[in-house]
Each structure stands twice: as C-alpha cells, then as structure tokens.
C-alpha cells in the first residue's frame, strides 16, 4: 500500500473515534448510558492503538498536512470530557441547583488542560487529574453516591487538574509495569461486565474489582520514585 494511503487510513481510523463519541453522546442525551459506555469503550480501543498505528505508517511524513496529535486531542476532548459530562448532568448524579454550572465550569476547566503544554512529565506521567472523566462518570454511575457527594467529588476532581500531583499513564508506565498493567486488565474486564450488568445493578464482585484497582491507581504515585 502507498505510503500516503496507510497513513490516512490510520487518521481515519483515529477519526472514528469522533463518529462513536457522537453515538455516546445521543445515548447519554437520550439516558442510556450503558450503551454510552460500550460506545466509549470502543473509542477508548482505538484510542489505545491508534498511535502505534501512526508510529508505523509514519503519518507526519507520509500525510504531513493532518496533524495526528491535534486529530486525537479532538476525539479525547469529546469522548473524555463532552460526553460523560453530559451522562453526569442527565444522570441526575449532581446537586440539581448546582449541575448545570459545575458541568460547565468542569468542561472550560478541562479545555485548559487539554491546552496545556506541561500535561505530561518527562516521565510520561499526567501532571494533575488527566480530564478521564468518562472514568469518573463511569465510577459515579456504578456506586451512585447521593447529590452532594458526587458533586463534591466532580468539583475535587476537577480542582486537581492543577494540582501539583501526577497520575499514571497504564499504557506508557515503567516502574511497576507489570502489576500496572495487569490492574489494567482487571479493571477492563470488571468495566465491561458491569455495563453488561446494567452499571450500577453489577454484582458485588465486580464493584470490588473497580474500587480495588481504582485505589491502586490512586496510590501507585506514591511509588513512582522508589528504587
């Protein structure tokens, strides 16, 4: 295949991923937010290869008028933030007098970090909250906290975008690699049963896989610098 056409083949592919958010974005406007997630999910799959596609096809030299990094930054900022905001603010998971101004608040809070140059360490680290909130929405739809809590828990999360703390890339982590990545795993199989369960009807099994390895993602910074 010419070298012009894998490459924009590989933008397209990269490019669908905007065309599955959309999808999202009809299911969580209509409420049916575990086929949102199965959407999201298989953004988040493309998501995942798409860059070692492009690495291999070469995309800046062979369709170098597409900027692949701009491309990705677009379908993110739709399948990580606009999507799952507008679940939370349907969902009815947020203080109702509040709902509305949180998500807006959260989406322009997220469009500055997206912006920002210093996201990633030298170490391939986030530096604050990375705008996952398709995660976070996806956690706050399983467990349902009331109103308030998960209202405190969207303005802390979004308040830590800036906050001098780093949180873990699971498919570019070095040290403790291998457990990181097995937690992955883990956390992907529980994720898809409990879509397929219905979200938050999932079984107790399943929710304690979820939290488990949600609290290892949140302590794993604690060893980043250890020998």
Sequence with gaps: MPPFAAGFLVHCFTASGAALGLAALF???????????????????????????ARRAKVAESVP??????????????TYVVVPLVAVWRSGLLAPPLA??????????????????????????????????????????????????????????????????VFVHPLRVVRLRLATMTATGAWSAAAIAAVDQGLSQADFGIKAVLLGVGVYFLILPLFRNSP
């Design 65 to 78: 008028h597409i900027d692949g990094v701009m491309l990705d930054l677009v379908v993110d900022f739709l």
């Design 100 to 165: 509305v101004l949180v998500c807006c608040v959260v989406c322009a809070a997220s469009a500055l970090y997206f912006a920002d140059k210093r996201m990633k360490t030298h170490d391939l680290w986030f530096r604050g909250f990375p705008a996952i909130w398709n995660v976070l929405a996806f956690y706050l739809l399983v467990f349902r906290p009331g109103p308030m809590v998960a209202t405190a828990v969207v303005i802390a999360a979004a308040c830590l975008m800036f906050a001098p703390v």
């Design 27 to 53: 299911a969580a406007a209509d409420g049916r937010f575990a086929a949102m997630f199965a959407f999201l999910g298989a953004a988040l799959a493309i998501d995942a290869v798409d860059g070692t596609l």
